[in-house]
């Protein structure tokens, strides 16, 4: 498949689930790509270019893969001023809630080989160990996530491959993938890797990422650049990932075929946002009274912040607040050495739960240790 039938349309990566829709008898999308005047102004307050942006069944695509349905553009957010970081990794403001959770996906009327693509589809995300996974809706059952499809050809040397929508504000996954049927898409053939690439990069989108080349899609696609702008969506960068364009991220806008899953700094934002499945909590504590002390929480996640608070009297924190690790020094302690000191740590994740760790630490014998 040449590069350019994927140019814009889904975010190649990002366009596509697919489902088990059988190839007879497909019913044709309306291709009327007319939009109001309303409804640009209101796509572009949402922080996304109208520019290309399609009138499908059920919303407006935008960036190629990106449904957004009315209710979303009727939507009026307390701030449209989240500014896009220019650098790599982004997330939109609403991400899963509730962790863990476990999330079903089903595929709807498509052929075997959409099936066997979600199924491989899944075994990526679930070997991460994230605080989200994912496994098989019940036969006859409709998921948490429903995989579809749609024919629709190519428009102006472009095709859509796929397309999906992002988090609700109540912590919801987007509940459909759509992934086109037409041959032009995947060929008469659809190979089992580029799909469910494609699959990975719209289910990336159901749970709040955006594409990696936000600011400037003409890395991945070609042409000229497209920069969203300010989004009431969102577009947050992921602190960890990089501050340069990256080849290999699954959240790229457009591909060229074959097989792309994630590299290591997806995986940095994947654990940014959903952590790992609940580790144990513990720290230690090791230092001299007047000098330097330091307790180290484990077990935590890239997303969490930390709230460290410190018993023993005067303790003066030196660094540290809002890491794993809290340096101090501690003044005052009186009693026979060695002294123990108690620290603990609020934890908040990223989803707004919370854990605390409080731990007991021994100093080294210090029994004249300046103050």
């Known amino acids: 498949m040449k590069k350019r039938n994927l140019l814009l349309v889904v975010g190649l990566l990002t ?61 009026n957010p307390a701030t449209n001023l989240l500014n896009i970081a220019k650098t790599e990794h982004y997330r939109t403001t609403n991400v899963v809630k509730g962790l863990p959770r476990v999330f079903t996906i089903s595929v709807t009327n498509l052929p075997a080989v959409y099936s066997d693509a979600t199924n491989l589809m899944i075994e990526r995300y679930n070997q991460l160990g994230l605080k989200i996974s994912f496994q098989r809706a019940n036969t006859g059952t409709i998921g948490d996530i429903n995989v579809v499809g749609f024919n629709q050809g190519p428009s102006g040397g472009q095709i859509v491959l796929g397309s999906s929508g992002f988090p609700t504000a109540t912590g919801q996954p987007f509940n459909e993938v759509r992934m086109n049927t037409n041959e032009a898409a995947y060929g008469t053939n659809p190979e089992l890797l580029n799909l469910a690439s494609v699959l990975q990069h719209e289910v990336g989108h159901t749970i709040g990422l955006r594409h990696t080349d936000l600011a400037n899609r003409a890395y991945s696609c070609g042409g000229q650049a497209v920069n969203e702008g300010a989004s009431t969506v969102g577009a947050i960068y992921i602190p960890g990932t990089p501050s340069a364009a ?76 809002n890491t794993e690790t809290l340096d101090v020094i501690l003044k005052n302690i009186t009693g026979t050495a060695p002294y123990a000191y108690t620290a603990s740590v609020l934890i908040t994740s990223l989803d707004g739960t919370t854990k605390t760790a409080t731990f007991n630490a021994i100093s080294k014998y210090c029994g004249n240790c300046p103050l």
């Open 246 to 321: 990256e080849a290999g991220s699954f959240m790229l806008a457009c591909l060229n075929g074959g097989n792309r899953t994630f590299n290591n700094n997806d995986i940095v934002a994947l654990k940014y946002l959903y952590g790992t499945t609940t580790p144990s909590i513990y720290g230690y504590g090791s230092g001299y009274r007047g000098q330097d002390y330091s307790f180290t929480v484990y077990g935590s996640v890239l997303g969490d912040t930390f709230a460290w608070t410190v018993t023993s009297n005067a303790a003066t924190i030196i660094s540290g607040q």
């Open 15 to 75: 366009i596509g689930f697919i489902s088990c829709q059988k190839k007879e008898n497909p019913k044709t999308v309306d291709t009327n790509t007319e939009i109001s005047a309303s409804a640009k102004a209101k796509i572009n307050k949402l922080g996304f270019s109208a520019a290309g942006a399609q009138k499908v069944p059920g919303g407006y695509l935008v960036e190629g893969d990106i449904l957004l349905t009315e209710k979303i553009l009727d939507e």
